[in-house]
């Protein structure tokens, strides 16, 4: 089976920080495959931007570098890296001058028609210069749009800050907020299973479900961002925007059609109704912990105070929270979450777990009968399982055991899964912002984040130590089992 590729109309797509990071590991490699599985009409152009003196030639070397580094074996195709390349360009360019502008204007003048996407992939303290120096040279034409990366903002008053930095110049259908999270196709795939079936619907409610989890877990430290990470810590890097906006396709109620505003509107009633987690609450709601030294696949690894230069720090690499959602659907229903970098496996999943048959019908000998499950991984294998309660296969009586209907999206559609990226690249030439956040939505998560923050400074609450390669501090296991629940970690 193969999906049908509907091409976009042509386009310049502008990056800044274009000699960066995310342009060379997932931006560039993601236009090339949509390049190669055709999706681009002509005449289409991708322009970096950024402080870097390059040429035009010296970027195609760049970008032919990156893509040899960071595309998968089999994927480097020597005739369509050299259209790819062809269609680059590059303008050195400050964000606090106007140097580098006129030369910017000049290229895209000589496409005035087309879909003008801007590319914000450099830090959110310059979003509202370079969004004014776009309004100030007269780049915004009626086909444009701006994507900007989290994080938006560190907290609410920063998050209104930028958010009407960028309001100033763009109006808010121009503006996407990209969350790579909501670009995974298993994401897309809770939504289908939700709505496009009979059978979970009527069961997805308090009346059915027992409790959910949602767990975002790395394997990996730091990896080269500690400046960043340790002003940031794992619940504004990672509770704030992705886990909540999974939280929120989870427990949010029949949108009226797949419209991006009718989506989005389900999504922020879901923030709206989650019970405030404060000082008068936080210590029996969240666990901080900090990875120490410990083991991982590749052997020995430094814990999180060896790995900054100063040694010293109280940011939590890890947090687990019990959330519950105020309204009729979920009363009762806790979600159960938890994120952190150093842990057992690289893991992301939700696990829905239904309530207990009422009445077991069967003898002691048939075994224990095991609440069903399904379970949605995100990554590393994208892919649903349903857990199911049978009968053991054999002439020796009735024995009861639990199987799982396993369907791996790879293995069962038979075609290369594709990079978030490359289905929220092109969402923003369509202009379809289902998937990106709405300014409303960003908001309302930091005003449940944000008390939590200031619980955790009022009350003083430490961060847990565990060791690196386990899942967490005891803590977080007490967290669920004194609910008397168990965390799914079967990874």
Known sequence: MSSQIIPV??????????????????????????????????PTRIIGASRSALSHEEYRKFAEAALKEHLKKGEYDEAEVKKFCARLFYVPVDAKTDAGWDQLKKILDEGKERVRAFYLAVAPGIFGDISQKIHDHKLITKQTRIVVEKPIGRDLASALQLNDSIGRVFKEEQIFRIDHYLGKETVQNLMALR???????????????DHVQITVAESVG???????????????????????????????????????????????????ALKPIDASNVEQATVRGQYRAGAS???????????????????????AIKAEIGNWRWAGVPFYIRTGKR?????????????????????????????????????PDEGVKQSLMIKDPGPG?????????DMSFASAFNVRNPDAYERLLMDVVRSNQTLF???????????????????WEATSQPVQGYTAGTWGPSQAIALIERDGRTWHDDI
């Open 297 to 319: 696949a590749g052997g020995p690894v430094k814990g999180y105070l060896d790995e900054l230069e100063g040694g010293v720090s109280n940011t939590e690499t890890f947090v």
């Open 343 to 379: 842990l057992a496996g690289r893991v992301s999943e939700i696990v829905i777990t239904f309530k207990p048959i009422p009445h077991n019908i069967f003898d002691q000998a048939a075994g224990r009968i095991v609440a069903n499950q399904l379970i949605i991984r995100l990554q």
């Open 397 to 405: 009586g009735m024995r009861l055991r639990n199987v799982s209907l």
């Open 222 to 272: 730091l990896e080269g961002r500690a400046g960043y990470y340790d002003t940031a810590g794992a619940l504004r890097d990672m509770v704030q925007n992705h886990i909540l906006q999974l939280l929120c396709l989870t427990a949010m109620e029949i949108p009226s059609s797949m419209d991006s505003e009718a989506v989005r509107d389900e999504k922020l009633k879901v923030l709206r």
């Open 195 to 209: 709505f496009a079936n009979a059978l979970y619907e009527p069961l997805w409610n308090a009346n059915h479900i």
């Open 9 to 42: 109309e042509p386009f310049d797509y502008v990056v800044f920080g274009g000699s960066g990071d995310l342009a060379e590991r997932k931006l560039l490699p993601a236009l090339y495959h949509r390049q190669v599985e055709g999706q681009f009409s002509e």
């Open 437 to 455: 956040m709405r300014r409303d939505e960003v908001e309302a998560a930091w005003e449940w984040v944000d008390p939590m923050l200031k619980g």
